[in-house]
Structure formats: C-alpha cells, structure tokens
C-alpha cells in the first residue's frame, strides 16, 4: 500500500524496489511535493534490508520533461537562494548508498535528464529523448547536469548540447556511454532488463554491493592515486565482514552463497 499522489512504488521481484513517477498530465514534470515523495520513497527501499536495488521509472511517453516550469516560473533570486531550490534533489546523490537504476523511455530533458545522470545505471530505449533543454528557458541546468553530462560525453559535446539545447536520442546515449544499454523495444522490455540488473545486483552481498557502488563514485570526485588508495582500504574492510568468508568458503566448496544480507 502506498500513500504517495505522484509516486507508485511497488517490488516486482523479491529484492527490487520500483519506483514509477506517476504524474502522467504533466509528463511526470518534477514538482516540489513529487520529489518530496520520491526522496521519502527512496530513503524507505534504502533502509530496508529486504531490498537490495531500486529503480526509478516514467512512462512510455515520459521518463521527467524536467522541472516544474509552472512552479519555478514566479521564483525570485531570493526566494530560489533562500530556500534553497532544488537542493532536496541532491539526497539520491548524496545519501541513497544501494545501487538506483533509471529506465528511462519518452522525454527525460532538463531536471529529467539530470535525474537519470544521479542514478548509478540508466538504461533506456532507443526513441528515449535526452537533453537540457533550460538554455531555452532563459537558465541553465540546476541539478547537476552541466557537471554530471560533461563527465559521460566530455566537454565539446556536453557544450554543444547545453549551450543550444538541443535534444539527443536513447541510440545516441548508448554510443556516447551515457546509458549502460540501450534496450530493444518499448517501456515494458526496458523494465524487464531493468528489474533483471536489479535482481541480479539485490542477490549479491549487500555490504559488497554499498562498497562497490560508493568507491565508483569515488572515481568521480578523488584523484586516481587516492582513489585507488580509497578503494584498496574499503576492500581491506570487506576482510572484515561475514560476507567475505560466506563468499569465499561458498566457491571453494562449490557452493552458492547465502549471504548473512548483514
Ligand atoms: N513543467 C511543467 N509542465 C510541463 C513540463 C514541465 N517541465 N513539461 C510538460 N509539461 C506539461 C505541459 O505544460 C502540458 O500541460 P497542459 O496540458 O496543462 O498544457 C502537459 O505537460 C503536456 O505537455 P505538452 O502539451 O507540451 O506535450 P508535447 O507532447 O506537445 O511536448 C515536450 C512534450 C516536448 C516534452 C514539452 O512538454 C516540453 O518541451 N516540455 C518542457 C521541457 C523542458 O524545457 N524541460 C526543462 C525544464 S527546466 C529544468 O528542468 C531546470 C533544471 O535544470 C532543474
């Protein structure tokens, strides 16, 4: 049961949470109170030790079409700056530490595309529509995009692409190494790998699993010498947990691991 307006959540399989933004008449356009619901949602799958993998998904027709224009329309320097717009969107970022995959088909452009971007795995069709489009709008992306975009494709593309607004195809995303895979057929194939990837993630060590996703974020922010020295003591650590020697005993005895999910 769930009690969210603009969310569905659901777990398809055992281990896999869904999240479906559900705001069809806007094209899922991400509104304060949305994203309140979404950042709620995704703290509940990360603290419950049932679940291992979430994923965040639109529609056929629309992954995000961005921020709520409507919303930010009437916003002022100050109150933007005082209250801090847009900030809450940085929890899946900054907190959320089990892997997030997005499926992302139709319109995921501006804050859309930035929401897929924070995601640990995007996934998409090919007739999925990328970009940030905010040039347009008078502004420039808010949620990370001029960042996140310019280290998956590089500086000359992600200038060309933000600078004109133009949008890119979920073919393109794959080329570029901007999606992980680019899935044959509608929105319900692209679940299906979505929620194959999330089982297969949510059916390995959960403390292996929260270490590997945070030292590759690592690659993101540190140098490659402390990032390498950052991954070889969060590997040195896992000698430390019970999951370790689960593993490892399992494949000597050839053996499939039931892990302690500690
Ligand atoms: N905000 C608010 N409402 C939106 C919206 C958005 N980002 N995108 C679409 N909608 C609404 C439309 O206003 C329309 O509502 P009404 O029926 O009440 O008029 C409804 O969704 C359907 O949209 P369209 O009629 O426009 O549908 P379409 O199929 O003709 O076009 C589209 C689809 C090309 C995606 C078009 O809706 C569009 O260009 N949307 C805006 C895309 C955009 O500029 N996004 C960036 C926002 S800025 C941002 O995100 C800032 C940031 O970095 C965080």
């Not at 705001?23 to 049932?50: I, Q």
């Not at 922010?221 to 990032?227: A, C, D, Q, T």
């Not at 950052?230 to 370790?244: A, M, N, P």
């Amino acid at each position: 049961t769930n009690t969210y307006e603009h969310i569905l959540t659901s777990s398809p399989k055992p281990g896999v949470g869904l999240i479906t933004l559900n705001r069809p008449k806007a094209l899922n356009a991400l509104c304060s109170p949305l994203f309140t619901e979404l950042n709620d949602a995704l703290s509940k799958y990360d603290e419950d030790k049932s679940i291992g993998a979430i994923i965040i998904t639109g529609s056929e027709k629309a992954f995000a079409a961005g921020a709520d224009i409507k919303e930010m329309a009437p916003l002022t320097f100050s109150s933007a700056y005082s209250n801090n717009f847009i900030a809450p969107w940085s929890h899946l970022a900054n907190s959320i530490r089990k892997p997030v995959i997005a499926a992302v088909s139709g319109y995921a452009l501006g804050g859309g595309c930035e929401l897929a971007l924070m995601c640990d795995i995007i996934y998409c069709t090919s007739n999925a529509t990328f970009g940030q489009p905010e040039i347009k709008l008078g502004v420039i992306p808010g949620a990370g995009g001029s960042q996140r975009l310019t280290r998956a494709v590089g500086k000359s593309k992600a200038m060309e692409l933000i600078l004109t607004g133009k949008n890119f195809s979920g073919k393109q995303a794959g080329e570029w190494g901007v999606a992980a895979e680019v899935v044959d057929g509608g929105h319900a194939e692209l679940l299906d790998v979505a929620v194959k990837t999330a089982e297969t993630i949510a059916g390995h060590s959960r403390v292996a699993t929260v270490a590997a996703k945070e030292v590759v974020n690592k690659s993101q922010e540190l140098s490659l010498r402390e990032g390498v020295e950052y991954e070889r003591r969060l590997f040195h650590g896992l000698f430390g947990s019970q999951d370790q020697k689960i593993g490892m005993t399992a494949f000597a005895e050839k053996k499939k691991p039931e892990w302690s999910h500690e």
